[in-house]
């Protein structure tokens, strides 16, 4: 079998290296994060994976021209998914007919569903023919006897969401607990979750080390150049698979030659002239609507942070999707990991599908450029979905838990009308910057199966493929998308 090195063990890179290393190739991991599996900690917590935390990478980033920001992504076996909120849904399969349409029907519903089985343990539908119960992710949803979460569906049913009892199961959009890949308060990342899978598979992992570039014979990929400390080293490969996420993954293939000439590194011989790479960013735009619990009402015990979200489809609430994510613990403890930290509560108002585009470059200053905001539909579909956000916190439903809720003045017809505050960020769901589609397609980097065009040997298998950011959290996307390509390796 053939040596494969995959770059980053993160959410997608660990599923897809275990499922190799099953099939009998011979698998090197490389990770620029320690070796210990994973940040640790309780899954109600983030802590570690903020700005310059000690586990992350840390960007400079703008949200919009002259909106500066910073962002950090998971640098640690494991990923993103070690410090997130560990709540694990599923795209919906409007999601995966969108990206059918451009890359295929590959990546329709009907075909992905295997791969949505196979990675899970759905411990509450156990006996669900769309479910999984013996993958490595444990999946379990929170909330379903806790006060918080109860008032705020209740508040959103009469605000006219659709109670969903499952939101994994593909069917109408509407509110409902999120699926957790968590244990209680023990969140079951892909470094936990996998890793049986990966010492019987006997894939190599290799942490600490920080991949250059891909080397090129020609256009066919015959390893890496890395560092490791002081030292460098070439790792020799018969295929490489880049799952560093849409942040690094365009920019190691702009480092390696492959991206138009205006982007890649001019000091590197081109390899293919793709001009996607870097380009097409989709995200989320966030605005954090805060409020504030009444005393009464406890909050210590609670097992996970985000707990339940009304999914709205474009046309109910908005001219766009919008999603309302509820968290039933405080942002600092949230942040800091310190249950005893009070401070304000959050109703997060997401744009679920939007058209706005961004980029990825090898700046040394702003790296990430998301674009958000860029048309007025947008930017009023945001505005309607806090104005839906103030229903639901406003509602008599929620008026014994909520003390207080922190609305722009434009709610009651007072103040600007724009969205752009304090409050507004990112929800960290990139996707896009190297996508797929068909060879024709000029900003199509990949094929379906993940092979970057123009060269052989050197596949993608991230969300950097996926032709836009699903309508929900990107956490089990990733893992999908690692175990699809493993399908679809070997089918060829």
């Known amino acids: 079998m053939p040596r494969v090195v995959i770059i980053g063990a993160g959410g997608s890179g660990i599923p897809l290296a275990a499922r190799l290393g099953e099939a009998g190739h011979d698998v090197v991991l490389l990770e620029s994060g320690p070796a210990s599996p994973g940040a640790g900690g309780e899954a109600w917590t983030v802590h570690g994976g903020l700005p310059d935390g000690p586990l992350t990478w840390t960007y400079r980033a703008e949200l919009w021209p002259g909106k500066p920001w910073r962002i950090a992504r998971g640098r640690v076996l494991g990923g993103s998914m070690a ?51 013996a993958g490595p992710m444990p999946v379990r949803r929170s909330g379903a006897r806790e006060r918080l979460t109860q008032a705020f569906l209740a508040a959103a049913g009469a605000a006219g969401a659709i109670i969903e009892a499952d939101k994994n199961a593909g069917g109408a959009s509407g509110a409902g607990l999120l699926p957790r890949n968590a244990l209680g308060v023990q969140r079951w990342g892909v470094d936990r979750a996998y890793w049986g899978l990966l010492r019987t598979a006997g894939v190599e992992i290799r942490a600490g080390v920080h991949v250059h570039t891909v080397r090129f014979r020609g256009g066919a990929a015959i390893g890496v150049e890395i560092d490791h ?47 996607g790479v870097g380009r097409n960013l989709s995200d989320h735009v966030a605005v954090d609507v805060p409020w504030r619990v009444r005393p009464d009402v406890a909050v210590d015990d609670l097992p996970a942070a985000w707990t339940a979200a009304w999914n709205a489809p474009a046309g109910t609430v908005a001219s766009h999707a919008i999603e309302l994510l509820f968290a039933a613990l405080p942002s600092s403890v949230i942040e800091s990991g310190d249950r005893s930290a009070g401070g304000a509560h959050k109703l997060r108002v997401t744009l679920a599908d939007p058209s706005s585009r961004g980029s990825i470059g090898l700046d040394r200053g702003t790296v990430v450029r998301y674009g958000y905001l860029s048309d007025a539909g947008e930017r009023e579909a945001l505005r309607d979905g806090i104005r839906v956000a103030a229903r639901v916190l406003r509602a008599s439903e929620m008026a014994d838990v909520v003390a207080a809720a922190d609305l722009p003045d434009w709610i009651d017809g007072r103040g600007p009308t724009e969205p752009a505050s304090a409050h507004v960020s990112t929800a960290l769901h990139s996707c896009g910057t190297a996508r797929m589609g068909d060879v024709a397609d000029a900003d199509a980097v990949a094929d379906a199966h993940g092979r970057v065009y123009g060269t052989s040997g050197l596949r993608i298998a991230d969300a950097s493929l996926l032709p836009m950011v699903p309508s929900r959290g990107t956490a089990l996307t990733a893992v999908m998308i690692g175990e699809r390509i493993a399908e679809l390796i070997a089918q060829e």
């Not at 519903?109 to 999984?132: K, M, T």
Request: glycine residues 8%; contains cysteine.
């Open 229 to 275: 400390g002081t030292a460098a080293e070439f790792v020799p490969a018969d295929e490489v698979i880049l799952t560093a996420g849409a942040i690094e993954t365009p920019r190691l293939l702009l480092r390696s030659g492959i991206g138009d000439s205006g982007r890649r590194d001019s000091s590197v011989q081109p390899v293919s002239a793709r001009r």
């Open 83 to 133: 410090v997130n909120g560990a709540y694990f849904q599923r795209p919906h399969p409007d999601d995966f007919a969108a990206w059918a349409a451009v890359a295929g029907d590959e990546w329709s519903y009907a075909a992905c569903l295997p791969a949505l089985r196979r990675l899970e343990s759905d411990l509450d539908f156990p006996d669900s023919p769309v479910h999984g119960w």
